[in-house]
């Protein structure tokens, strides 16, 4: 089966700027997963789709995060405006039923500069 | 609210050593602890997973042990090679009939050096 599909691989902006990063997950999976990864730290999760709906963002900056899942399978997440801090590995995941079975993609690694 | 503990942060074995990885976790409703394994600049992969239905599971030189009562789960790597040279995370979740409302909460991951 294809895994799950994230683009782009790297990106470098400047700080204030903003970016996009894209995912595709597995045929059929429900549910899918936006985790942000520092160097050095564990994922941290900054939201869940159950299809097309939200189901967690209480840890996604509001005030410059937000992320879409349109028609329950594509998924975009957008930072406007970037700061320094929000330099990190994307990560996206999709499951079937949520809560097991994660496939994560290879990540998209944001620096800002 | 949730949270998963991982010990230690990074660690070093010769070849051939056993290493073991301890996790302690919040959520006395989580029921499923999978361990991932993470080589530089590539995705998590899953490497094993346990149910709190069972103590103890193996796959080859990989095994993982559960204590419910004390919330801990540990992952023992015997006669290490080079490759497992990696980051290993844990985490905790729930499983269940409305399980697409859960998550994996993510340990903070631990650095396995494999000296040769």
């Known amino acids: 089966e294809a895994g799950v599909a994230q683009s782009p691989r790297y990106k470098i902006i400047e700080k204030r700027q903003s970016v996009a990063f894209w995912c595709n997950p597995i045929?059929?999976?429900?549910?899918l997963y936006w985790y942000q990864q520092i160097l050095g730290q564990g994922p941290k999760l900054l939201i869940q789709?159950?299809?097309?709906?939200?189901?967690?963002d209480s840890q996604l900056p509001k005030d410059r995060f937000s992320a879409e899942r349109l028609k329950g399978v594509d998924s975009t997440l957008k930072i406007q405006p970037a700061k320094l801090e929000d330099s990190a590995v994307y990560l996206c995941?999709?499951?079937?039923?949520?809560?097991?079975?994660?496939?994560f993609g290879s990540g998209t690694r944001l620096t800002v500069v | 609210g949730e949270n998963v503990e991982q010990h230690p942060s990074t660690l070093s074995v010769q070849e051939g050593d056993s290493a073991v990885i301890k996790c302690t976790y919040s959520?006395?409703?989580?029921?499923?602890f999978p361990w991932y394994k993470q080589e530089l600049g590539k995705r998590p992969q899953l490497i094993i997973d346990?149910?709190?239905?069972?103590g103890e599971k193996k796959d080859q030189r990989i095994a993982v042990t559960l204590n419910k009562t004390a919330k801990h789960f540990s992952l023992h790597i015997t006669e290490t090679q080079p490759e497992d040279s990696a980051v290993y995370f844990c985490?905790?979740?729930?499983?269940?009939?409305?399980?697409?409302?859960?998550?994996?909460?993510f340990g903070t991951g631990t650095r396995l050096k494999v000296l040769a």
């Open positions: 995941a999709s499951s079937f039923t949520g809560g097991e079975g994660y496939t």
């Open positions: 045929s059929g999976h429900a549910t």
């Open positions: 789709f159950q299809n097309n709906g939200v189901v967690d």
């Open positions: 959520d006395s409703a989580s029921n499923y």
């Open positions: 346990i149910r709190s239905n069972v």
């Open positions: 985490a905790a979740s729930r499983t269940g009939t409305t399980s697409g409302t859960y998550k994996y909460i």
